[in-house]
């Protein structure tokens, strides 16, 4: 027995005006998904606990089975598992992203223009960081270069009290509201945007009529993370891939098996065929569970790219979905497949919701009869399967 998650970050939504009160997932043309969809488990799950922020963090945990009221301990330091950066448990970490604001006077009135910098490439990001390494780094606190936009600072033998807003929530809005209390990070992120203004990364992308990744912007905070090893907790060897530091870094934490993809970027723009083939010699290698994530939906809801959102549903069907099932199909071995996203990204709002998702849970040797339901949130919902505690549905996926 096989099992697969295929992990639709953010796809699920609210109607949108432009697809004519569809929501993505209504509008997508998805028959590989919708087909399983009509032979399986359809319902509804809620991934993040009240009290919970509503992150990927918390909803990718309760996804791959751990209740996040037990193991959350923050999004940074999962990230930090990822890079490989060694952690005490006297240490907090931080997301440092880097990110676009823009350049009127006074850091507290400018606004959040990019929170990825136009997706900012590595190489540039990492020569960004550096920079910032240079001037700020000291005994107490240091950077590390992440993905793209997502980097990591560390703060030694510090305590966890600081309350801090992601930059993806507050796009387009001045940003003196949400700017940290603490006194060092605020005066960490306003040194950045000094040293990074005029860096020549900066100009450069600036002629080429790119966002400029002017500043950090620090948030996410968390401490080392103490989570069962997989295999132990649910018996089951796997692997993961992703183009996302957090979701390799629950992987590395869990002590699965982390796939590097090349040419993975957590956009539209990512290397699915890489990523099926990836899932596929994982699948042949002995692993009996794979979590394919793709990041781009939930990108796409953040910068409020409708047809981008509608695209990364039909290529996750078109270039996960179909190639892994016939895989396991002509492998003639049976499997148990869970399709979801981890959490909404309505693009109405441009940030996530702890709204319940949708689920579809096929199962290759308990077909349902076939039924018109389709993996919409509207489908899901008039089914009135619903699990109530996310944490518990990847039992339903492993049949116990």
Known sequence: MKYIVVLTDGAADTPVKELGGKTPLEAAHKPNIDALASVSEVGTVTTVPEGFAPGSDVANLAVFGYDPQQYYTGRSPLEAESIGI??????????????????????????????????????????????????????????????SYRHIMVWHNKENNFSLTPPHDISGRVVGDYLPKDDTIRTLMEKSYEILKDHPVNLDRIKRGLHPANSLWIWGNGTKPDLDVYESKFGIHGTVISAVDLIKGIG??????????????????????????????????????????????????????????????????????????????????????????????????????????PYVLYKSEAEKEPKDVKYTEADAEKTGVYVEKGHTLINKLFGK
């Open 86 to 147: 060694p952690l005490k448990l006297t240490d907090i970490t931080f997301r440092a992203n880097i990110v676009t604001l823009s350049d009127d006077e006074g850091y507290e009135n400018k606004t959040m223009v990019d929170y990825s910098s136009d997706e900012i490439t590595t190489e540039e990001a990492h020569q960004l960081i550096d920079a910032v390494n240079k001037e700020l780094a000291c005994d107490e606190y240091e950077f590390h270069g992440g993905t």
């Open 252 to 357: 590395h934490c869990v002590g699965l098996n982390v796939v590097e993809v090349e040419g993975a970027t957590g956009t539209v723009h990512t290397n699915y065929d890489g990523k099926a083939a990836a899932a596929i010699d994982a699948i042949k290698n002995g692993s009996d569970f794979v979590y394919i994530h793709l990041e781009a939906s939930d990108e796409a809801g953040h910068r409020h790219e409708i047809d981008n959102k509608v695209k990364a549903i039909e290529l996750a069907d078109e270039k996960i979905v179909a190639p892994v099932v016939k895989y396991l199909r002509d492998s003639g071995e049976d499997f148990h497949m869970l399709i979801m996203p981890d959490h909404p990204t309505p693009l109405a709002i441009m940030t996530h919701t702890s709204d319940p998702v």
